[in-house]
C-alpha cells in the first residue's frame, strides 16, 4: 500500500507562483513513477506532469514552460514548481505514483493522494 499526501495548495494571483508537494509513505519502490494531474470544475481530469524512476519528465503542451516537476527520492516527496499561473491552471491538483512498467503498458495509476486546491485569480 501507498499513502500520497498533496500540499502546497492556495489562492494566488494571475502571473504567481505556487510549489505542490506530494509526500509518498508506505510500499513504494526505485522504478516507480509518479505524476501530477489536475480536474477544473466540469471538466475531465487532465495529465499535468510526469516524472520516471530516472528522474525525465513531460509536461503538458499547457503548462510546458512555465510548471517543472521534481522529486526527492530519499525524502519520497515529489514536487511540482508552478510559475506564471494563469486563472485557467485553477483546480484541484492530484499525484499518482504506480511501477514504471505498469504505466508504460497502459495502466492507470493506482495510488492517488487526495488533493489539493490551486485558485488562480485575475
Known amino acids: 500500500q501507498v499513502q500520497l499526501v498533496e500540499s502546497g495548495g492556495g489562492s494566488v494571483q494571475t502571473g504567481g507562483s505556487l510549489r505542490l508537494s506530494c509526500a509518498a509513505s508506505g510500499s513504494t519502490t526505485s522504478n516507480d513513477c509518479m505524476a501530477w494531474f489536475r480536474q477544473a470544475p466540469g471538466k475531465e481530469r487532465e495529465e499535468v506532469a510526469t516524472?520516471?524512476?530516472?528522474?525525465?519528465?513531460t509536461y503538458a503542451e499547457s503548462v510546458k514552460g512555465r510548471f517543472t516537476a521534481s522529486k526527492d527520492d530519499v525524502a519520497r516527496i515529489l514536487y511540482l514548481q508552478m510559475n506564471s499561473l494563469k486563472p485557467e491552471d485553477t483546480a484541484i491538483y492530484y499525484c499518482?505514483?504506480?511501477?514504471?512498467?505498469?504505466?508504460?503498458?497502459?495502466?492507470?495509476?493506482?495510488?492517488w493522494g487526495q488533493g489539493t486546491q490551486v485558485t488562480v485569480g485575475s
Open positions: 499518482a505514483l504506480d511501477l514504471c512498467s505498469w504505466v508504460a503498458a497502459g495502466i492507470p495509476y493506482s495510488s
Open positions: 516524472i520516471d524512476s530516472d528522474g525525465r519528465t
